[in-house]
Nanobody, 126 residues
Framework: QVQLVESGGGLVQAGGSLRLSCIAS????????MGWFRQAPGTEREFVAG????????YYSDSVKGRFTISRGNAKNTVYLQMNSLKPEDTAVYYC???????????????????WGQGTQVTVSS
């Protein structure tokens, strides 16, 4: 069992930056592909960024490519999402997710993720 807790959300002006953290308890994330998803009111939860279990591969949605960076921490139980040049349309609840994986590839399919955090609110004002 993996428990995920996100932090780092908040209110920021357009053009600003935030760094989200996801900390796992229960076990390390060594064999888990990780992803960040987001959900705005009235919309479906969408993929934002993903990273393979080794950290060697990353993938981003077109809407955040070049602005967001996903990374794994030196500790084996942390994942980060650095968000720069934030826009009002980035406003959403951001979720961290984990899926057991032995392929060392990025997983972008939401239904493949078995474990989810409770989410952290990101609000970008114009």
């Amino acid at each position: 069992q993996v428990q995920l807790v996100e932090s780092g959300g908040g209110l920021v002006q357009a053009g600003g930056s935030l760094r989200l953290s996801c900390i796992a308890s229960g076990r390390t994330l060594s064999n888990y592909a990780m992803g960040w998803f987001r959900q705005a009111p009235g919309t479906e939860r969408e993929f934002v960024a993903g990273i393979s279990w080794s950290g060697g591969s990353t993938y981003y949605s077109d809407s955040v490519k070049g602005r967001f960076t996903i990374s794994r921490g030196n500790a084996k139980n942390t994942v980060y999402l650095q968000m720069n040049s934030l826009k009002p349309e980035d406003t959403a609840v951001y979720y961290c997710a984990a899926t057991l994986d032995f392929t060392d590839r990025v997983e972008i399919r939401r239904y493949k993720y078995e474990y989810w955090g409770q989410g952290t609110q990101v609000t970008v004002s114009s």
